[in-house]
């Protein structure tokens, strides 16, 4: 901000610049008899500066003013000094109090102009006989040591660290959603355009006034496209600092032409790479050299330089540049800056990912998410929470509260286990854990099942299906409280019945919810994080592996193949008892085995589940006999669980003795 104030029979002028937390004050004076001058008052009232009273300074042992004179646009700082400093008629009577000097401080540099020594003789400044030319010039240093003359009208034009005015734009971008409109209004904005291969050709088709990079580096794209803006034209153009006489002069020698926007996204490997089937070669092929190289270069420079990768950017980019006639901000291309580091940081891991699929040189891991929203507090109200990611790719809130923490995991824990099934399926989801799952075609049936195994933890839960929600369902599930609604569609009957609770949150699960084998479960702890492969084990074949004398009969076999899918889910220790499409009774989190399995025997008696005829699941080994034979005793007649246990035979010894049929995954499934 740029204020000016009286005191005494000076104006003196104070310049503010606050840039990242920099600010740097100095001052210089002007005889105000000398602003009286017609053409002194016109030179200041072309850049806004009118009086004021709100002003109050106190400097160096100046009274506070009684009027001052305030610039109202603060944008028009720069121009003004950058004006002031070449008007040779006021520079004949610049005078100031101390440094002489003015000092902007920005992006970890300074950068110091040198206006004139001021001396001046005792007496009223009003005074002209009493005024003095500068006895001398300085010279001052920046923070690179390189020198900043004095006045000096043979130097070349210093670019300030204003907002910048988009003149020229280059446009070359792999996903071209929304770039046609946008390119379209630049162009009428009067930004001069220049663009690569496909890009170039949408514009042709849409008629948009355009440059090919070739013309304009005076060099044609060679390789099949692969050498393209990776020229001295383009990068010298997008790199070179405003602010630097030799840059400039090189620049000019080198007829390189400025380039203040770059408006590129990058091929697109992370598709490439998801597509069943795809080669090394047809993956290679979609590595980006010159769209990462482009991008930095602007990012790099972005006191200068504006960069957009991102389509939804485009609106704003457009929204600045109408606010601020044409121009950007210093701020607001910092953080175009900042996301263009973040993406390619993920393109770069991305590929390094896939090139090194057996993680043999892993030595290091990387990860880097953008912020996709700020979230009220985390798991309890006093701890600040974010999510940073892509969620919005596989699930879509389109009614209800904000989504908090908490149901953000109960949200992933429940997609996780509706997923398992093929069939229809309800299942509800509390604290990250199954309250009770049911299987059926139909889909309210299904619910009832899935309610009756524990009819007080759902209130206040998620409820998932993996199949449309009707309204026969919608129904059921609105005699209860719940927190979030899940499914992959809602019938319109179901949705206008489920929207008339305001906070209640539905959420559609997007199709491709299932599609996320490559991502790697992450954890923290103190000092690091832990990362591994996602549990998407399954289990074939079951009837090799039945270890029992008895064989499982049909129903058997059913019931723990499903209570298998369910325990999976369950924070360890896990007991799940079950049906051939239902849970009868689920024990969580216990620190024994034993009690995870007293605990789903007294809820199914809660319930008023008989367990006769039961599945009995278990996502680790029975370390000892006792477990088993109390599940016999609660009614099951079949187990499954892994195995591996030093008493193995002991377990297999005391299902034959309770003639149970028993099963060995050999996975275990524990969930902490």
Request: glycine share 6%; proline share 4%; with cysteine.
């Amino acid at each position: 901000m740029l204020h000016m104030f009286r005191a005494r029979d000076h104006l003196y002028v104070m310049m503010r610049v606050i840039d990242l937390s920099q600010l740097s004050v100095q001052m210089f004076g002007i005889s105000l008899r000398q602003l009286q001058h017609r053409a002194y008052a016109g030179f200041f009232e072309q850049f806004g500066i009118l009086p004021s009273n709100t002003l109050h300074a106190k400097k160096i042992g100046l009274v506070h003013p009684s009027q001052n004179l305030v610039m109202t646009d603060p944008r028009l700082g720069f121009q003004f000094l950058t004006a002031f400093r070449r008007c040779r008629f006021l520079k004949k009577r610049l005078y100031t109090l101390n440094a002489g000097c003015l000092q902007l401080l920005a992006v970890s540099c300074s950068y110091t102009f040198d206006f004139v020594d001021m001396r001046h003789s005792s007496g009223r400044g009003n005074n002209h006989s009493n005024l003095k030319r500068p006895a001398r010039r300085r010279k001052y240093r920046n923070e690179n040591h390189s020198i900043v003359n004095g006045i000096d009208d043979s130097r070349e034009p210093v670019y300030l660290l204003a907002p910048m005015k988009i003149t020229r734009a280059l446009i070359s971008v792999a996903d071209k959603r929304g770039i046609a409109p946008f390119a379209r209004r630049l162009s009428e904005m009067g930004v001069e355009l220049i663009s690569t291969g496909g890009t170039a050709s949408l514009l042709r088709t849409e008629s948009i006034a355009h440059l090919e990079v070739g013309d304009f580096a005076g060099f044609p794209e060679i390789l099949d496209g692969r050498v393209k803006t990776l020229h001295p034209k383009i990068h010298g153009g997008i790199l070179f600092s405003r602010d630097n006489p030799d840059h400039l002069k090189q620049v000019a020698a080198n007829q390189i032409e400025p380039i203040d926007l770059v408006v590129a996204n990058l091929y697109p490997f992370e598709s490439t790479i998801a597509q069943a089937g795809v080669t090394l070669e047809e993956a290679i092929e979609q590595i980006d050299i010159g769209g990462p190289s482009m991008i930095r270069s602007a990012a790099k420079n972005f006191r200068w330089v504006a960069v957009v990768t991102d389509p939804s950017d485009y609106d704003m980019l457009l929204q600045e540049m109408d606010r601020h006639e044409g121009e950007t901000t210093l701020a607001f291309r910092e953080f175009l800056a900042i996301k263009v580091f973040h993406t390619t940081s993920r393109y770069d891991q991305t590929i390094a990912d896939f090139l090194n699929k057996s993680k043999t040189t892993q030595t290091s891991f990387a990860l880097s998410l953008p912020l996709e929203m700020r979230l009220r507090y985390g798991e309890n109200p006093h701890q600040t929470a974010n999510l940073y990611g892509h969620s919005q790719d596989f699930f879509q809130k389109f009614h209800g509260k904000e989504l908090s923490y908490n149901n953000l995991l109960d949200i992933n824990a429940a997609a996780e286990l509706a997923n398992e099934f093929v069939e229809p399926t309800v299942a509800i989801i509390k604290h990250t854990n199954p309250c009770g799952v049911g299987s059926d075609p139909d889909l309210r049936e299904a619910w009832v099942k899935a309610f009756a195994t524990d009819k007080q933890a759902p209130f206040g839960g998620v409820i998932v299906c993996n199949r449309p929600l009707t309204e026969a369902l919608a129904r059921a599930i609105s005699e209860i409280f719940s927190e979030v609604i899940i499914a992959p569609e809602f019938d319109p009957e179901a949705r206008a019945l489920l929207q008339k609770k305001k906070n209640l949150r539905l959420m559609r699960m997007l199709p491709w919810v299932d599609k996320t084998v490559n991502e790697p479960d992450i954890r923290s702890v103190i000092g690091g994080i832990l990362v591994q492969d996602r549990d998407l084990a399954l289990f074939e074949q079951p009837e090799r592996h039945v270890v029992s004398a008895r064989p499982p009969t049909a129903e058997e076999m059913k019931a723990m193949l499903f209570g298998w899918k369910v325990v999976k889910h369950v924070k360890s220790n896990a007991i799940v008892y079950s049906a051939k499409d239902r849970t009868l009774g689920i024990g969580a989190g216990q620190m024994s085995r034993v009690d995870s399995s007293r605990i789903a025997i007294w809820k199914a008696n809660e319930a008023g589940l008989s367990l006769k005829g039961s599945a009995v699941c278990s996502d680790a080994f029975f370390p000892f006999a006792d477990g088993l034979v109390a599940a016999a005793e609660a009614g099951a007649t079949a187990a499954i669980q892994p195995g591996g246990s030093i008493r193995d035979k002991e377990v297999i010894d005391a299902a034959d003795e309770c003639r149970m049929s028993m099963v060995f995954t050999s996975i275990r499934h524990f969930k902490h």
